[in-house]
């Protein structure tokens, strides 16, 4: 739903419940023998106890959510200067604390056991309970343009991983840290996603000056500047081994959807020009 007043606009979301793809671990490593039916058509076949190291089954068995409310400011005062700024509040959660477990593959494998219970369920690894943005264009005299732009929002959730079995299941993958503090097998472990990490701030700025070379022509020079604070924008890439001495310390800058991608990363600046006729 969107409403609109005059410069001003406000949006509602809601997605959700929304079914998500995860892969469960129906047979787990090193957990073979468990199963005597299993265990002894193998050995009957002189393949050997433990053969069948891991089965796994990808589907559409889970669910995330997401709501949020849109507010957004977009004004014109003059032809020399543009003004817009946005707010976006937002819940993103899901089971296992993902919006799509697709990300993590194979790694997030989970135990039909384990999947829906009630600390699996938590905020979104991409949560930010609120963001603003704002930017502008100024046109100043003899050719100049500044474009500064701002944006900030709340840190990000993240897991304190034991780093070991907790649960017994044979794989350490995914299992929490206890409830306790203590690293005690089959204790109860924390919930999902239970830390956050650094709020991201950065301001950006981008200059220009047009030279007029006739009527149609003109050669416009760009020096575009990043994170001129210089901030470590870690969010929530951080170490996330609750039991080591470095635990919530950053790793590294924010992380985007997909392998390598980051973004708010160290102050940097460009320059480059465009022809214009």
């Keep these: 739903m969107t409403l609109i007043f005059s410069w001003v606009s406000v949006t509602s979301l809601g997605a959700g419940p929304r079914l998500i793809f995860k892969s469960l671990s129906l047979v787990g490593e090193g957990k073979l023998c468990a199963h005597d039916t299993l265990a002894v058509a193998f050995e009957d076949a002189g393949l050997g106890i433990g053969r069948l190291?891991?089965?796994?089954?990808?589907?559409?068995?889970?669910?995330?959510?997401?709501?949020?409310?849109?507010?957004?400011?977009?004004?014109?005062?003059?032809?020399?200067?543009?003004?817009?700024?946005s707010d976006v509040m937002s819940w993103s959660r899901g089971w296992g604390g993902l919006p799509t477990s697709s990300f993590g593959g194979s790694g997030l494998n989970i135990?039909?056991?384990?999947?829906?219970?009630?600390?699996?369920?938590?905020?979104?690894?991409?949560?930010?309970?609120?963001?603003?943005?704002?930017?502008?264009?100024?046109?100043?005299?003899?050719?100049?343009?500044?474009?500064?732009?701002?944006?900030?929002?709340?840190?990000?959730?993240?897991a304190g991983l034991a780093g070991k079995d907790i649960d017994g299941d044979g794989r350490s993958t995914i299992d929490r840290a206890c409830a306790d503090r203590t690293d005690t097998l089959g204790c109860k472990e924390l919930q999902v996603n239970s830390f956050r990490g650094k709020p991201f701030?950065?301001?950006?700025?981008?200059?220009?000056?047009?030279?007029?070379?006739?009527?149609?022509?003109?050669?416009?020079?760009?020096?575009?500047?990043?994170?001129?604070?210089?901030?470590?924008?870690?969010?929530?890439?951080?170490?996330?081994?609750?039991?080591?001495?470095?635990?919530?310390?950053?790793?590294?800058?924010?992380?985007?959807?997909?392998?390598?991608?980051?973004?708010?990363?160290a102050y940097r600046s460009q320059f480059g020009f465009r022809f214009e006729f």
């Design 53 to 85: 190291g891991e089965l796994r089954d990808y589907s559409t068995n889970t669910r995330s959510l997401y709501d949020g409310i849109n507010i957004a400011l977009k004004k014109r005062f003059s032809h020399n200067f543009t003004f817009q700024a």
């Design 201 to 265: 701030v950065e301001f950006d700025l981008r200059t220009a000056y047009a030279f007029k070379i006739c009527e149609n022509m003109k050669l416009r020079l760009i020096w575009e500047m990043y994170n001129i604070g210089n901030r470590n924008n870690s969010c929530n890439n951080v170490d996330t081994n609750f039991y080591g001495v470095s635990f919530g310390q950053p790793q590294g800058y924010c992380g985007g959807q997909g392998p390598g991608a980051t973004f708010g990363n």
């Design 111 to 158: 135990t039909p056991e384990r999947e829906f219970l009630s600390g699996e369920f938590g905020p979104a690894n991409f949560d930010e309970r609120n963001r603003f943005t704002a930017s502008g264009v100024f046109m100043l005299a003899y050719g100049f343009e500044v474009a500064p732009s701002f944006q900030a929002s709340t840190g990000r959730p993240y």
